[in-house]
């Protein structure tokens, strides 16, 4: 085995493990029926455990919504999450008044710091037809200097994230979409300016790698002594990762100041890539709260009781936005749109606006 290879590990059902500086790792794939003019499947739901439905039943679940498939609000300190969409639109809307849509390879970037509710809804807006979604949902952790940092959100809309192509010598194809951490040239947008991301020294990097049967590629070595790297082998049939087979549904543990050639086997394959530095501070987490010892966590649930860090500024729990386009509007009221998407939520139609 490769010397840069340090560990290999099937990895099973989500949540995926995962190393510091990293919390959590899931990958949702959802085969979703047609919508009805509620945004809601037209199937049934009858049997399902309306309110925690984790059952794929289907091909789908409807996770915690009632009507829409998604999280309705719900609390996050001390970390950050980070969306990243193969396909599919989400719903977001947050205690500071903020919401967006976004999807089919946006990225939404939320350093929840000092604490804030936020839901994540799943519109179903086709109604002609099947409405399939695929993202991952990643945590990275903050440091205990940053645990009360600022909340804000960053999208990163897909028509600004890189996407590299290489071929190898035979012509054979590999495509990375770097949604954090540069690739050679290939830069993509700012992390919030609180994330542990947007430190240089930290080297994280989630990239996307998709290659195609028998296709070599050599993932260039990290920047940082100390980074370490975790290559989740998701789709395919098995990809030879520094000299070692790691089928798909393996994990493996990576020393990142080493080249590592990746060799498809005999099908395309796919594979997600987590790096970073680690924090190296010690973790207490309970639920939607990450802090570093039991009496943070104690303090996080007082302080959500005492002031819902900020209150629920909507009229539903589960707020989605009509037939909008793709948005983002800030807590100050800003309104940023990807290129060639309008992004306008239709009045009336879609909850939007916060209450009171």
């Known amino acids: 085995m490769n010397d840069a290879v340090l560990q290999v590990f099937e990895f099973g059902p989500p949540p995926w493990p995962t ?28 049997g399902r455990n309306i309110g925690n439905d984790f059952s794929n039943t289907d091909g789908w679940s409807m996770y915690h919504g009632s009507t829409v498939p998604g999280f309705p609000q719900h609390p996050h300190r001390g970390f950050e999450t980070i969306t990243f969409v193969g396909t599919g639109l989400i719903d977001h809307s947050d205690s500071l008044g903020a919401a967006a849509r976004y999807g089919n390879g946006d990225v939404q970037w939320m350093t929840a710091g000092a604490g804030i509710v936020h839901a994540e809804m799943f519109p179903l807006l086709n109604q002609a037809g099947s409405n399939p979604a695929e993202f991952f949902q990643i945590w990275l952790n903050l440091p205990a200097a940053d645990k009360f940092a600022r909340p804000h959100f960053s ?35 700012a992390p919030p300016p609180e994330s542990w991301a947007s430190r240089a020294d930290s080297d994280v990097a989630i990239w996307r790698i998709r290659m195609e049967a ?12 100390d980074t370490l790297r975790v290559l989740y082998v998701f789709h395919g049939e098995h990809v030879t ?31 997600l890539l987590l790096q970073g530095r680690p924090i190296g501070e010690p973790v207490a987490q309970y639920g939607p709260f990450v802090m570093n010892d039991r009496a943070g966590i104690e303090q996080a649930f007082e302080d959500y009781r005492r002031t819902g860090f900020g209150g629920w500024p909507w009229g ?41």
């Open 19 to 46: 190393i510091d500086p990293f919390l959590f790792c899931v990958h949702h794939v959802d085969h979703y029926p047609a919508g009805d003019q509620h945004f809601a499947p037209v199937e049934s739901l009858t």
């Open 155 to 189: 999208m990163l809309w897909a028509e600004h994230v890189p996407v590299v192509r290489v071929a190898d010598e035979a012509g054979r194809a590999s495509e990375i979409t770097v949604a954090a951490g540069a690739l050679g040239d290939h830069v993509p947008p």
């Open 214 to 225: 028998g296709a070599s590629w050599t993932m260039p070595a990290s920047n940082g002594a």
């Open 241 to 271: 990762v520094g000299g070692h087979a790691a089928r798909s549904g393996t994990g493996c543990v990576l020393s990142g100041p080493h080249d590592i050639e990746l060799v498809a086997g005999t099908s395309d394959v796919e594979m």
């Open 316 to 356: 539903v729990n589960d707020p989605v936005h009509g037939r909008a386009g793709r948005f983002a509007r800030h807590a100050d009221g800003r309104i940023e749109t990807p290129p060639g998407d309008s992004g306008a939520p239709e009045p009336g139609l879609d909850r939007l606006a916060p209450q009171g």
